[in-house]
């Protein structure tokens, strides 16, 4: 089992940034790959990022590359996404998942949210013009 808890939402104008922190509990966290995903308001669920389980992989949803960053830590057991230069557009539910896989599998495209099997309770990210 592997709780995961999303914290650092919250109301920026557009052009601001935020920071979006994902605190693990299990030490298993470390042999999986993570990712964030987000729900704009009426619509499903989408792919943000995705880092693999040692850190050296990444891949990002063609609407926020160049601008969001993704990393973790794994001795904290942690796994962030920077936010900048924020547009409306990217107002959303916040959600931080870990993968029953490690990542780094150039065949595998880590954005399907069927490959996340433990999942935050999300945190709301609501960008002003």
């Known amino acids: 089992q592997v709780d995961l808890e999303e914290s650092g939402g919250g109301l920026v104008q557009a052009g601001g940034s935020l920071r979006l922190s994902c605190a693990a509990s299990?030490?298993?966290?470390?042999?999986?790959?993570m990712g964030w995903f987000r729900q704009p308001p009426g619509k499903e669920r989408e792919f943000v990022a995705y880092?693999?389980?040692?850190?050296?992989?990444?891949d990002y949803a063609e609407a926020v590359k160049g601008r969001f960053t993704i990393s973790r830590d794994n001795a904290k057991n942690t796994v962030s996404l920077q936010l900048n230069s924020l547009k409306p557009e990217d107002t959303a539910v916040y959600y931080c998942a870990a993968s029953y896989l490690q990542g780094g599998e150039s065949a595998i495209y880590y954005g399907s949210l069927d490959l996340y099997d433990f999942w935050g309770q999300g945190t709301q990210v609501t960008v002003t013009v």
């Open positions: 880092i693999d389980w040692s850190g050296t992989s990444t």
């Open positions: 299990e030490r298993t966290f470390r042999g999986q790959a």
